[in-house]
């Protein structure tokens, strides 16, 4: 499963993303979150206050509760600034 | 049309395009985003970070409920990341309708929805290095108000 990290997310974990394998209770975005976080300190400091963040799987922005399998790309959004 | 481009554009040939071949349309409504530096708050450019594959995808989404929504006979964004310095424009929403109210609208309601929905993340760059701009509360509170 192929996660991105973006804009100061990006910055403070010092890369665009990761390759990983969560084991199979892993089913939801949001049970992802959690293992990613128990696995790695700096994205855990990182998102302190998660419900900022969006998330988006294969491209798409999905509810935290969405289903997952190894081949998606989920990305970790942090609060959007464009316009 | 949907544009996710890192090159400058001319807001009045973008405009021109727009508008053509819809005799149907009474009115057309164009906001032009731009890079401000301020005396307060001098900055040399704005850096901006985008998903493109997301940010088309949800623009593509956030335009479909407008043009439903307000009756748009067509509507436009174009959007740009990469490194803008001051004065550049930044992105344009265009919309056109059979009247005014549903024009300006439907242009309102876009800006609103791009303001916090499309991935796209601005960096200021200052003599003093770059900075991440902060979300503000009053972009979410500006998108609540048009409900689901």
């Given at each position: 499963?192929?996660?991105?990290?973006?804009?100061?997310?990006?910055e403070?974990?010092?890369?665009?993303?990761?390759?990983?394998s969560?084991?199979?209770?892993?089913?939801?975005?949001?049970?992802?979150?959690?293992?990613?976080?128990a696995?790695?300190?700096?994205?855990?400091?990182?998102?302190?206050?998660?419900?900022?963040?969006?998330?988006?799987?294969?491209?798409r922005?999905?509810?935290?509760?969405?289903?997952?399998?190894?081949a998606d790309?989920?990305?970790?959004?942090p609060?959007?600034?464009?316009? | 049309?949907?544009?996710?481009?890192?090159a400058?554009?001319?807001?009045?040939?973008?405009?021109t395009?727009?508008q053509?071949?819809?005799?149907?349309?009474?009115?057309?409504?164009?906001?032009?985003?731009?890079?401000?530096?301020?005396?307060?708050?001098?900055?040399?450019a704005?850096?901006?970070?985008?998903?493109?594959?997301?940010?088309?995808n949800e623009?593509?989404?956030?335009?479909?409920?407008?043009?439903?929504?307000?009756?748009?006979?067509?509507?436009?964004?174009?959007?740009?990341?990469?490194?803008?310095?001051?004065?550049?424009?930044?992105?344009?929403?265009?919309?056109?309708?059979?009247?005014?109210?549903?024009?300006?609208?439907?242009?309102?309601?876009l800006?609103?929805?791009?303001?916090?929905?499309?991935?796209?993340?601005?960096?200021e760059?200052?003599?003093?290095g770059?900075?991440w701009?902060?979300?503000?509360?009053?972009?979410?509170?500006?998108?609540?108000?048009w409900?689901?």
């Amino acid at each position: 499963m192929k996660i991105l990290y973006f804009a100061w997310l990006r910055e403070r974990l010092n890369r665009a993303g990761d390759d990983v394998s969560p084991p199979a209770e892993v089913k939801t975005l949001a049970d992802l979150i959690t293992w990613l976080r128990a696995n790695d300190e700096a994205l855990d400091l990182a998102m302190a206050n998660p419900k900022q963040f969006k998330l988006s799987k294969n491209a798409r922005i999905v509810p935290w509760e969405t289903p997952i399998a190894d081949a998606d790309t989920v990305a970790i959004l942090p609060p959007m600034t464009g316009g | 049309m949907i544009i996710i481009s890192n090159a400058p554009f001319d807001p009045g040939a973008l405009l021109t395009a727009f508008q053509a071949n819809h005799p149907e349309a009474g009115a057309a409504v164009t906001f032009t985003g731009m890079v401000r530096s301020t005396l307060d708050r001098p900055i040399t450019a704005l850096i901006l970070e985008c998903y493109p594959e997301l940010a088309q995808n949800e623009i593509a989404t956030i335009r479909a409920a407008a043009i439903a929504r307000f009756n748009l006979i067509d509507a436009a964004i174009l959007h740009r990341y990469g490194r803008l310095v001051p004065g550049e424009p930044i992105m344009q929403v265009m919309t056109l309708a059979s009247h005014r109210q549903a024009a300006f609208d439907g242009a309102q309601y876009l800006m609103d929805y791009l303001k916090t929905d499309a991935p796209f993340w601005k960096q200021e760059e200052t003599a003093a290095g770059t900075e991440w701009v902060e979300a503000k509360a009053a972009d979410d509170t500006a998108r609540d108000r048009w409900g689901q």
